[in-house]
């Protein structure tokens, strides 16, 4: 079947029936996308102003060459339609529109541009970056060039879906549904994690089933995290404007679909075998315990602003997939920064959005999803709301309101900043607790004050609106900004190897180089650098809330200084394998934190702290000293010098039952900050004759303390810049079988409230 005798042309005559070597029938306007089954294939678009459709078919053996283009003759509720008998899997496709072409009104139908299945679940194929991709002639110095139909034909040239089988065996695979509260989150990239590890086969790095292999899972596990959360997944595209430079989008923040896992990221093949291989690394990571949540970017598209390549959406029905300027809808509404904004007013794409996350959810069995820009979803016509479309249709969703989900609680656009305003089931990267815990371990804070509601989970932010710690995502560093070692090895960010001239990233870090910029051989130095590094994992895991440790920071990994890595893909982003004994040492220091954390539930608790009495206990279930180990006082908290503080957590007091509704009860634990340049003394709080704590972290060392007392009502010399934690003492095996204590403590802990309070 020739290009110039298409089956498009002869359903002129009959819109159905047998056409040669090929059969056309009507099919149906619901599932969207392309549906396998043995009797063939369902193909269904969604696009509203189109006035045709075709689809174009490719075989696997020749994706450039279209084999046969097919009108599609029925649209159903906006829905064009049409179904292939005995179509096998492994054909590429996509559709072209037609319609009306005028980008004033916001239309840009092109039938000369191929354009990817919104819904395709595997694409195949590397976009080549002709000025065909473009819906205008690209190569015109005319300003208003974009108004301008190019007539070149894109197929050739673009990336095509793939049908595929969707069935698997899963057996008897489940969502592991670990409570939010124990979870502790690990922001990793599947290639940078294994693109580099010395024992995984060369052809298996960087992919999923690198990803899946036994190192990889017998690293995380032992780190001690619950979940890892993917940087993007969706299949994304390689920029141009970064390919021309010798660079690669290595974030992924650049979506084409949201249905398909990224092919690069492949070992198997790109037929479908991606998306069964995806399924296996599901499969191992929940065989292992690990949950994973999905980075998603479904605030925009790599479609850009009018300037930007036709792929898709934009070709199919643009007014529908993307906010453009009310009055001017040539040009795109951007509260992303990168030029466009997916338009979840419109009830096709809350649709789009919301059958990607349920088929993430029930298809590829993953628990959860960390919402990339989401106060650009939760936009109204012009505001961020709580009760917008997108946020309550979630709600009321069976399948997605079960798994975790966590905003990114802002946007680049006018009121974007929401932090703490997302409503009850969401958790939310606690950009405050960030800032805050920065800005303390510098030194320049306003006091203690800010740093205890960020230790206590935030009840600031969540509290009132009937969220729990949980709804916090701690965090010190991300994927975007610097690593951990680079917080404290440079003032200034070094970011030239993006080709930018280093005005890319942002500029306020609260980092400090400690008294050099960049790598130094002073050992006073890399000292203060590794406690300032403890310093900061110490106190996101001894906070309430969730943590989430970026890759690498449990090592020192470096990105010599860039905090824009997002073009990197090389060295300067992938996890390095090669530890010296100075990385070894903060990867044992993090897996001690990590595992005090989960063996004692008073770091984790479900609900804030109330500072009352509860039940059985004597003192309350937090208690905030000051270095005279006295409870603080108003003049403390007011005093924005103060940078020295202590709490008491309170594991008798702690009002939570477990699953059989038993009491939860723990040690009684000392945490004290001193953020001063210099040694502080603090005095142990208790009776000298009786009461006895022993030291279970250090930050002014490497080394975990060995076991021995210290005595109450005596100054303890804290070091510069440091965090320690105590444990009151003969608690840790005061319990039988049945959970009950086998010592009564009453009596001490009685004289410890009546020594604070005196």
Not at 398 to 415: N, R
Not at 715 to 730: E, Q
């Amino acid at each position: 079947m020739t290009k110039e005798k298409t089956i498009a042309t002869l359903q002129e005559r009959k819109p159905y029936g047998k056409f040669e070597d090929i059969e056309v029938w009507p099919g149906r306007p619901y599932p969207l996308g392309a549906t396998w089954s043995p009797a063939g294939v369902n193909f269904a678009v969604f696009s509203e102003r189109a006035t045709r459709m075709d689809l174009c078919l490719f075989r696997r053996e020749s994706p450039n060459k279209e084999e046969y283009r097919i009108q599609m003759m029925e649209q159903t509720d906006q829905v064009w339609h049409c179904f292939i008998p005995r179509l096998e899997t492994g054909w590429r496709y996509g559709f072209r529109a037609f319609g009306e072409w005028n980008p004033k009104s916001g239309n840009l139908f092109n039938p000369n541009k191929l354009l990817i299945d919104p819904y395709t679940k595997a694409i195949d194929g590397t976009i080549d970056w002709h000025p065909a991709v473009f819906p205008y002639p690209i190569n015109s110095e005319d300003p208003k060039r974009y108004l301008t139909m190019d007539e070149q034909d894109s197929a050739p040239y673009i990336t095509k879906g793939v049908v595929i089988d969707p069935s698997y065996d899963w057996e008897d695979d489940v969502r592991l549904e670990t409570p939010m509260h124990e979870t502790v989150i690990y922001e990793m990239h599947v290639k940078g994690l294994t693109e580099q590890h010395p024992d995984i086969p060369e052809e298996l790095r960087g992919t999923y089933a690198g990803l899946a292999h036994p190192v990889t899972i017998k690293y995380l596990k032992d780190l001690g995290i619950t979940a890892v959360e993917l940087m993007p997944v969706h299949h994304f595209v390689q920029d141009s404007h970064l390919l021309d430079k010798g660079l690669r989008n290595y974030w992924g923040y650049n979506s084409q679909s949201f249905f398909a896992p990224h092919a690069d990221y492949a070992a198997s093949g790109r037929a479908g075998e991606q998306v069964i291989e995806f399924k296996d690394m599901v499969k191992t990571l929940h065989k292992a315990g690990l949950e994973l949540i999905l980075d998603v970017v479904y605030n925009h598209t790599a479609e850009g602003n009018h300037f930007g390549p036709m792929l898709g959406m934009k070709g199919l029905d643009n007014q529908a997939y993307y906010r453009l300027v009310e009055d001017d809808k040539e040009y795109y509404m951007d509260y992303t920064g990168t030029g466009n904004t997916v338009n979840m007013v419109h009830n096709r794409s809350l649709q789009l959005v919301m059958d990607s996350l349920r088929y993430w959810v029930t298809e590829m069995h993953v628990d959860g999803f960390r919402f990339d820009l989401a106060s650009a979803l939760a936009r109204g016509l012009y505001e961020v709301g709580k009760l917008s479309t997108f946020l309550d249709t979630i709600h009321q969703d069976p399948i997605i309101s079960q798994v975790k989900l966590i905003a990114e609680p802002w946007d680049v656009g006018p009121g974007g900043y929401q932090v703490g305003a997302f409503p009850v089931l969401w958790s939310e990267w606690n950009g405050k607790f960030r800032d805050d815990v920065r800005e303390f371990w510098k030194g320049g804070s306003d006091g203690v004050a800010d740093m205890a509601y960020r230790l206590t989970g935030s009840s600031d932010l969540y509290e009132l609106s009937g969220r729990r710690p949980a709804a916090s995502i701690n965090f010190v560093t991300a994927h975007d900004g610097f690593t951990l070692r680079d917080l404290y090895s440079y003032n200034e960010k070094h970011n030239l190897a993006n080709q930018e001239d280093n005005r890319d990233g942002e500029t306020h870090n609260d980092s400090w180089n400690c008294g050099v910029e960049g790598v130094t051989d002073d050992p006073e130095i890399n000292q203060l650098r590794l406690r300032m590094q403890r310093n900061q994992l110490a106190t996101l895991l001894f906070s309430q809330g969730v943590p989430m440790i970026c890759m690498g920071d449990e090592y020192g990994r470096t990105q010599l200084g860039n905090n824009n890595a997002y073009c990197q893909d090389n060295p300067i982003s992938w996890f390095d394998w090669e530890w010296n004994e100075e990385r070894k040492g903060l990867y044992e220091f993090t897996r001690y934190l990590i595992t005090l954390r989960r063996e004692n539930p008073v770091f984790h608790r479900r609900r804030f702290f109330s500072g009352l009495k509860i039940h059985d206990s004597h003192i309350g279930d937090i208690l905030w000293l000051n270095p005279s180990g006295h409870e603080m006082t108003d003049d403390n908290w007011n005093d924005g010098n103060q940078l020295c503080i202590g709490m008491i957590l309170n594991g008798e007091g702690m009002d939570e039952y477990d699953e059989q509704g038993k009491r939860i009860k723990d040690d009684i634990f000392l945490v004290i900050l001193n953020a001063y340049w210099e040694g502080v003394e603090f005095t142990l709080p208790g009776v000298k004759e009786f009461t006895r704590w022993e030291l279970l972290v250090d930050t002014h060392t490497s080394e975990i303390p060995k076991p021995g007392d210290y005595v109450a009502d005596e100054p303890f010399l804290l070091g510069p810049r440091s965090l320690y934690t105590f444990r009151l003492k003969l608690r840790q095996a005061n319990r039988d079988a049945t959970g009950q204590r086998k010592v009564t403590i009453v009596e001490q802990v009685r004289k410890l409230l009546q020594m604070i309070q005196e």
